[in-house]
């Protein structure tokens, strides 16, 4: 077993930071991406995956067995979730199929439980089939509690509410040609639902709510509960002071649904009346139908004036509170069309189901101008000067924007108001209200693409500044670091995609202070540090000028590679593929391990990440640990050899 | 996870199947495309002022002229829109040069490069869904069920013939038998 761990970075496509045999301190910087599979790479390779950077350490892992049974009883299922048991942790079979993953609680109380009973650390996995919940309050000893399985997938996205009381799964329709099933033919394609499962009893989740959306459902979806905001005229009366929205991506824009006459929008914003003490499962059928209502509430596309060309399509939308504004936002994610940022802080109190007046966009970021004058102008600063054909070039690592996180709070120089206030450099001050210094505070939001293939590039993971919502302009760009080696054995100097998504960034998260983690799939979990962009970027007049944005910046700033981790099973178990099962043979998307879909940061400084294939991995980068918080790895691979 | 496997050397499609050019004052974005069979082209006209398209190409059952009218821009109807499905029944992977005129002057060419569509497809939506262009898909595709059709036609006389052969051998089994009997009794 220890032979493998050393033998493994030294056996094609794996690299890491490689140690020096002479001096234990230093590292060797080892690509870990290999495009060709030949005689010395296999991507099926698992040991020959297990690597990181020293700085990454394995803390806890579940491969998502619940009690021994792939399905629970019939009675079960699309109706409730079963409870779980902590004796198949880590034992076979792996249901695997994972994808997205979502994590709530009260991290920064430890997550402690309250006298009153709340509290606590969940984490939610969507995986086509069903969806798990775990608890996570502490990171080295996760378990398991329940889950749910539906017979009619495809679950993809999970979202919870911030009570840990509401889940939102969709059931999209698959192997479509805008969203095929890479790698598989499964007749099972999915359903076109919104289900909402009461999670109130973590070890019983109930489906309460189900709605349709025809024809393919949504892609992605978020949701927020708004209490400071009354309807004029309640539509029901048991609405009590706060409100469901819901934020769907429909992969089948109004082009589709125009087919009746009426052009939805590609966000779309429903209100949800739900009432949820009558959705309360005690209740009789009548009682919770009548708190099932959902209203088309409104919508949102790009206008085309706004773009510069090419495919304007709604991949996924990211609800977030802008730290400064206090709007609430969507950041939104168009594909061509960029980043969209758009204000949902005020609904309607009349519904606009064609989006003709709400939500209203706020902002944008595309790398071309977007307009004739002003900030998306030729001479604006909300652009990368590039002209549309560049910007529309997937070939240069451009288009495609799949996803977008924005921070949840500021940053200044690596710090944040997290971080003790004796910590604080000076040119920080006393925080961002600070009379002299609070321009030094900067609110960045991230995004990148994704490539089913790209024969030139794997993407870049775009730092846009996004202080001002309202001028969004580019700080910091980054890529997998690394050249290639093409198939005629020159080199290349990017990372590529020969197929499958295989080295495509995916979804991400945001830490506290700066650091990114991005999923890359194959290539694995990347964390990069962005903390210092403002004190990094070169402006042309020796000084920052925000309000000239891209145009005053003669240099970006550095995003600085921290290290990565590939998943790869549990170092403790010699052979997991075949002692936890794995399915090798019949996998949604890739029979690889690592293929990471999602992954969420948890303020306590650790990184939860969703493997496709082999389960949930929980992951502690040494930048980011804090003593408040220390869960050490109870595992060791010596005391399993023995 | 969404996109359809593509790679070309300028501005690419995926995502949605559709491919957008914004029609502006003294420029079109983009100028330049590749695209897939089957993806749809959109041409917006975002200014004040009607413009015509038009192109000419050689398609698979004959030339192809096409010509659109955008009036002028207008966020409420999609009359300042021109579309064009590049369906695989008509069109060949070329370059289609797409002529803009103001006025009847010509003001713009566009180049698209049509890559061709080998894209397996497994099924289309339940209910079928809205090709662009405003034609209703069926679940089930006029050609599908042509198809199915004649599959099915055959599929039965196939069977037909060999439900005949079984009877016919059985009943020549029979009378073979029949007529050993009787020889078997003399």
């Given at each position: 077993?220890?032979?493998?761990?050393?033998?493994?970075?030294?056996?094609?496509?794996?690299?890491?930071?490689?140690?020096?045999a002479?001096?234990?301190?230093?590292?060797e910087?080892?690509?870990?991406?290999?495009?060709?599979?030949?005689?010395?790479?296999?991507?099926?390779?698992?040991?020959?995956?297990?690597l990181?950077?020293?700085?990454?350490?394995?803390?806890?892992?579940?491969?998502?067995?619940?009690?021994?049974?792939?399905?629970?009883?019939?009675?079960?299922?699309?109706v409730?979730?079963?409870?779980?048991?902590?004796?198949?942790?880590?034992?076979?079979?792996?249901?695997?199929?994972?994808?997205?993953?979502?994590?709530?609680?009260?991290?920064?109380?430890?997550?402690?439980?309250?006298?009153?009973?709340?509290?606590?650390?969940?984490?939610?996995?969507?995986?086509?089939?069903?969806?798990?919940?775990?608890?996570i309050?502490?990171?080295?000893?996760?378990?398991?509690?329940?889950?749910?399985?539906?017979?009619?997938?495809?679950?993809?996205?999970?979202k919870?509410?911030?009570?840990?009381?509401?889940?939102?799964?969709?059931?999209?329709?698959?192997?479509?040609?805008?969203d095929?099933?890479p790698?598989?033919?499964?007749?099972?394609?999915?359903?076109?639902?919104l289900?909402?499962?009461?999670?109130?009893?973590?070890?019983?989740?109930?489906?309460?709510a189900?709605?349709?959306?025809?024809?393919?459902?949504?892609?992605?979806?978020?949701?927020?509960?708004?209490?400071?905001?009354?309807?004029?005229?309640?539509?029901?009366?048991?609405?009590?002071?706060?409100?469901?929205?819901?934020?769907?991506a429909?992969?089948?824009?109004?082009?589709v649904?125009?087919?009746?006459?009426?052009?939805?929008?590609?966000?779309?914003?429903?209100?949800?009346?739900?009432?949820?003490?009558?959705?309360?499962?005690?209740?009789?059928?009548e009682?919770?139908?009548?708190?099932?209502?959902?209203?088309?509430?409104?919508?949102?596309?790009?206008?085309?004036?706004?773009?510069?060309?090419?495919?304007?399509?709604?991949?996924?939308?990211?609800?977030?509170?802008?730290?400064?504004?206090?709007?609430?936002?969507?950041?939104v994610?168009?594909?061509?069309?960029?980043l969209?940022?758009?204000?949902?802080?005020?609904?309607?109190?009349?519904?606009?189901p064609?989006?003709?007046?709400?939500?209203?966009?706020?902002?944008?970021?595309?790398g071309?101008?977007?307009?004739?004058?002003?900030?998306?102008?030729?001479?604006?600063?909300?652009?990368?000067?590039?002209?549309?054909d560049?910007?529309?070039?997937?070939?240069?690592?451009?288009?495609?924007?799949?996803?977008?996180?924005?921070?949840?709070?500021?940053?200044?120089?690596?710090?944040?108001?997290?971080?003790?206030?004796?910590t604080?450099?000076?040119?920080?001050?006393?925080?961002?209200?600070?009379?002299?210094?609070?321009?030094?505070?900067?609110?960045?939001?991230?995004?990148?693409?994704?490539?089913?293939?790209?024969?030139?590039?794997?993407?870049?993971?775009?730092?846009?500044?996004?202080?001002?919502?309202?001028?969004?302009?580019?700080?910091?760009?980054?890529?997998?670091?690394?050249?290639?080696?093409?198939a005629?054995?020159?080199?290349?100097?990017?990372?590529?995609?020969?197929?499958?998504?295989?080295?495509?960034?995916?979804?991400?998260?945001?830490?506290?202070?700066?650091?990114?983690?991005?999923?890359?799939?194959h290539?694995?979990?990347?964390i990069?540090?962005?903390?210092?962009?403002?004190?990094?970027?070169?402006?042309?007049?020796g000084?920052?000028?925000?309000?000239?944005g891209?145009?005053?910046?003669?240099?970006?700033?550095?995003?600085?590679?921290?290290?990565?981790?590939?998943?790869?099973?549990?170092?403790?178990?010699?052979?997991?593929?075949?002692?936890?099962?794995?399915?090798?043979?019949?996998?949604?998307?890739?029979?690889?391990?690592?293929?990471?879909?999602?992954?969420?940061?948890?303020?306590?400084?650790?990184?939860?990440?969703?493997?496709m294939v082999?389960?949930?991995?929980?992951?502690?980068?040494?930048?980011?640990?804090?003593?408040?918080?220390d869960?050490?790895?109870?595992?060791?691979?010596?005391?399993s050899?023995? | 996870?969404?996109?359809v496997?593509?790679?070309?050397?300028t501005a690419?499609?995926?995502?949605?199947?559709?491919?957008?050019?914004?029609?502006?004052?003294?420029?079109v974005?983009?100028?330049?495309?590749?695209?897939?069979?089957?993806?749809?082209?959109?041409?917006?006209?975002?200014?004040?002022?009607?413009?015509?398209?038009?192109?000419?190409?050689?398609?698979?059952?004959?030339?192809?002229?096409?010509?659109?009218?955008?009036?002028?821009?207008?966020?409420?109807?999609?009359?300042?829109?021109?579309?064009?499905?590049?369906?695989?029944?008509?069109?060949n992977?070329?370059?289609?040069?797409?002529?803009?005129?103001?006025n009847?002057?010509?003001w713009?060419?566009?180049?698209?490069?049509?890559?061709?569509?080998?894209?397996?497809?497994?099924?289309?939506?339940?209910?079928?869904?809205?090709?662009?262009?405003?034609?209703?898909?069926?679940?089930?595709?006029?050609?599908?069920?042509e198809?199915?059709?004649?599959?099915?036609?055959?599929?039965?006389?196939?069977?037909?013939?060999?439900?005949?052969?079984?009877?016919?051998?059985?009943?020549?089994?029979?009378?073979s038998?029949?007529?050993a009997?009787?020889?078997?009794?003399e």
């Amino acid at each position: 077993m220890t032979f493998l761990m050393l033998a493994a970075p030294l056996s094609g496509c794996i690299g890491v930071f490689e140690p020096d045999a002479d001096e234990s301190d230093s590292w060797e910087w080892i690509d870990p991406v290999t495009e060709i599979e030949d005689g010395n790479h296999s991507h099926n390779d698992l040991f020959a995956h297990r690597l990181a950077t020293p700085n990454a350490q394995l803390i806890d892992y579940h491969n998502l067995n619940c009690d021994g049974n792939v399905k629970p009883p019939a009675e079960l299922d699309n109706v409730a979730g079963r409870p779980c048991f902590d004796e198949f942790k880590n034992t076979g079979p792996t249901p695997g199929d994972n994808s997205e993953i979502a994590i709530e609680g009260n991290f920064l109380d430890d997550c402690e439980i309250y006298g009153d009973g709340t509290g606590g650390c969940f984490a939610y996995v969507s995986s086509y089939n069903q969806f798990e919940i775990l608890d996570i309050s502490k990171p080295n000893d996760i378990r398991l509690l329940s889950t749910y399985y539906a017979e009619i997938a495809r679950m993809i996205d999970i979202k919870v509410t911030s009570d840990n009381n509401w889940v939102l799964v969709n059931h999209e329709l698959t192997n479509s040609e805008l969203d095929p099933i890479p790698n598989d033919d499964d007749a099972n394609s999915g359903a076109n639902r919104l289900d909402l499962i009461y999670v109130g009893d973590k070890t019983s989740p109930i489906k309460v709510a189900e709605w349709d959306n025809p024809p393919a459902g949504f892609h992605n979806q978020d949701l927020h509960v708004y209490c400071d905001w009354e309807p004029a005229n309640p539509t029901a009366l048991w609405q009590d002071d706060c409100h469901l929205f819901l934020f769907g991506a429909d992969p089948y824009p109004e082009m589709v649904e125009g087919s009746s006459g009426t052009f939805y929008k590609g966000t779309q914003v429903f209100y949800a009346l739900i009432d949820f003490e009558g959705l309360n499962p005690t209740n009789n059928n009548e009682q919770q139908n009548a708190s099932r209502e959902i209203i088309r509430w409104g919508g949102y596309t790009p206008e085309p004036q706004t773009t510069c060309g090419g495919s304007i399509f709604n991949h996924d939308n990211v609800f977030f509170i802008h730290p400064i504004t206090k709007q609430k936002m969507l950041a939104v994610s168009y594909w061509g069309a960029g980043l969209r940022l758009v204000d949902v802080s005020e609904p309607p109190q009349l519904a606009d189901p064609l989006g003709i007046s709400w939500p209203p966009e706020t902002g944008r970021w595309l790398g071309c101008p977007t307009d004739d004058a002003g900030w998306y102008g030729p001479d604006g600063g909300g652009h990368a000067n590039m002209d549309s054909d560049v910007w529309l070039n997937a070939n240069d690592g451009n288009d495609n924007i799949h996803y977008a996180v924005p921070q949840d709070n500021l940053i200044c120089s690596g710090i944040s108001e997290y971080d003790p206030i004796e910590t604080w450099p000076e040119h920080c001050g006393t925080g961002p209200t600070d009379a002299t210094y609070s321009e030094n505070w900067r609110h960045y939001t991230y995004i990148a693409p994704e490539y089913g293939s790209n024969a030139n590039h794997t993407g870049f993971i775009w730092t846009i500044d996004t202080t001002d919502p309202t001028k969004p302009f580019l700080v910091s760009k980054w890529k997998l670091p690394g050249e290639s080696t093409l198939a005629d054995g020159t080199t290349h100097p990017h990372h590529y995609i020969p197929g499958g998504y295989i080295f495509s960034p995916h979804n991400g998260d945001t830490g506290l202070s700066g650091h990114v983690y991005w999923t890359h799939y194959h290539a694995g979990v990347w964390i990069t540090d962005h903390g210092h962009i403002w004190d990094e970027l070169v402006w042309e007049n020796g000084y920052p000028e925000p309000d000239r944005g891209f145009q005053a910046i003669t240099q970006l700033a550095p995003s600085h590679t921290l290290g990565y981790y590939l998943p790869a099973g549990p170092d403790w178990i010699e052979d997991p593929t075949n002692t936890l099962g794995y399915d090798m043979a019949d996998c949604w998307a890739s029979c690889m391990i690592p293929f990471d879909w999602g992954l969420q940061y948890d303020p306590r400084g650790f990184v939860f990440i969703s493997e496709m294939v082999s389960g949930v991995y929980v992951v502690q980068f040494d930048e980011d640990y804090d003593s408040r918080y220390d869960y050490p790895a109870l595992w060791s691979v010596e005391a399993s050899d023995e | 996870m969404v996109a359809v496997l593509l790679m070309a050397p300028t501005a690419s499609a995926h995502g949605a199947n559709t491919f957008a050019f914004i029609m502006r004052n003294n420029s079109v974005q983009p100028d330049e495309a590749s695209v897939q069979q089957n993806d749809t082209l959109i041409f917006y006209n975002v200014v004040d002022r009607n413009r015509t398209l038009t192109f000419s190409t050689e398609g698979k059952n004959g030339t192809i002229d096409w010509e659109c009218e955008t009036g002028p821009s207008n966020s409420t109807t999609t009359d300042d829109e021109c579309r064009v499905w590049l369906d695989p029944e008509y069109y060949n992977p070329t370059i289609l040069e797409i002529q803009i005129s103001n006025n009847r002057t010509l003001w713009h060419i566009v180049n698209v490069t049509i890559l061709l569509d080998n894209h397996t497809e497994n099924g289309p939506p339940e209910g079928g869904f809205t090709l662009p262009g405003g034609g209703q898909e069926p679940s089930e595709s006029s050609d599908g069920i042509e198809l199915q059709n004649i599959l099915l036609m055959g599929a039965i006389i196939s069977f037909t013939a060999a439900a005949c052969i079984w009877i016919m051998r059985n009943n020549f089994r029979e009378y073979s038998n029949n007529i050993a009997k009787e020889e078997e009794e003399e």
